[in-house]
């Protein structure tokens, strides 16, 4: 008999311009109680946290915040302290970096959260992964989904343009973590949700066929890119895992994290990996490398200002990363199957 299911998925999501505003009137209704913290750094905070912290404060919530400058243990560690004294629900208003603290601080201290992202660079935004340094490893910890996500596209809209297109760069990596979970399925008999592989292929379509929309960064194209990572955090949800959005395109970029003397953007590496793992998986590696061109996004190692050495020792050592996720990599490629691809790809 099949083991019981669980799905996780946030309650309420609201999307558009000057939602922000809107923040209030979620926290009431979703009843999270009327002590607050916001977790921003000092960007965000003045860009976002200032608006959510003067919109919660208006409805006579208690609102402390509390500004962090990396996503690392220390951080989160702090953040629990203030948790503890007397909060109810925490608020994530930033990129990445302030979502992942907010996330795992609630997750331990088994509080809700709510995701304002600031910026659309990642799919972390909308799942129940956290990255945080410190742990070891690069690679992500499974906590909660956000209670809700308040994603004020207006606000997004004025992050960088280079990270919308990272957003665009950890969406198109669901093409080969799908193709690597279908292999695992196969190969090791590993769960597979078609539910979960279909949104996820979807929400990386949606990219691949509005690419020339959401090149010129409009508030149409921070749409497309929101709800296509919201989406690929629902699949997320469904498969309770990463599966449908993590394969070995992620394992190459943590394994960059690792080892480059300054990495590129989460989204970016992922891009990159993704027309790599694509041309293992003998599919259209190149419409992928021009969709991304199309965005903006990086094709190769002179766009992620990594050198070519970093690249192949990556692609040599990822899949010893997380060993227990099946991909295509498999036992790992040698130094010279590495060149071979990474030039057969004109990665670098
Ligand atoms: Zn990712």
């Not at 078609?194 to 020339?212: D, K, P, T």
Request: hydrophobic share 45%; charged share 25%.
């Amino acid at each position: 008999m099949k083991e019981p299911k669980r799905i996780e998925l946030p309650r309420e999501i609201w999307m558009g311009p000057r939602v922000i505003g809107r923040v209030a009137d979620v926290c009431s209704r979703l009843c999270l109680g009327k002590r607050a913290l916001i977790v921003s750094d000092s960007l965000t905070f003045q860009i976002a946290g200032n608006r959510v912290h003067g919109s919660l404060t208006k409805k006579n919530f208690d609102v402390k915040y509390v500004l962090v400058e990396r996503a690392n243990i220390r951080a989160v560690t702090r953040v629990r302290r203030l948790v503890r004294k007397e909060i109810d629900f925490l608020l994530g208003v930033g990129g990445g970096k302030c979502i992942d603290i907010a996330k795992l601080a609630s997750f331990y201290e088994s509080k809700p959260f709510i995701s304002v992202p600031t910026a659309a660079s990642h799919d972390g935004i909308a799942s129940a992964r956290a990255s945080i340094k410190g742990r070891g490893h690069p690679a992500s910890i499974e906590t909660h989904a956000p209670t809700a996500i308040i994603a004020d596209t207006l606000v997004i809209k004025s992050a960088p343009r280079r990270l919308l297109a990272a957003g665009c760069g950890d969406l198109i990596a669901n093409f080969t973590a799908v193709r690597d979970w279908e292999l695992a399925r196969r190969l090791r008999g590993e769960p597979y949700s078609e539910y979960a592989a279909a949104l996820s292929l979807m929400s990386a379509q949606l990219i691949m066929e509005n690419a020339n929309i959401i090149r010129q960064h409009t508030e149409e194209s921070v749409r497309k890119v929101v709800k296509a990572l919201i989406s690929s955090g629902v699949a997320m949800g469904i498969a309770g895992s990463s599966r449908p959005a993590s394969g070995s395109e992620h394992l190459f970029s943590h394994a960059l994290d690792l080892l480059a003397p300054q990495p590129a953007l989460h989204g970016e590496q992922c891009g990159v990996g993704t027309i790599m793992m694509m041309y293992l998986h003998g599919g259209d590696w190149q419409a992928i490398r021009d969709a991304l061109r199309t965005i903006g996004c990086p094709t190769n190692a002179g766009g992620l200002n990594i050198p070519a050495k970093y690249i192949i020792k990556a692609l040599t050592i990822a899949h010893r990363i997380r060993p227990e996720r099946y991909t295509v990599l498999d036992k790992g490629l040698s130094k010279h199957a590495a060149e071979r691809l990474a030039i057969k790809t004109g990665v670098i």
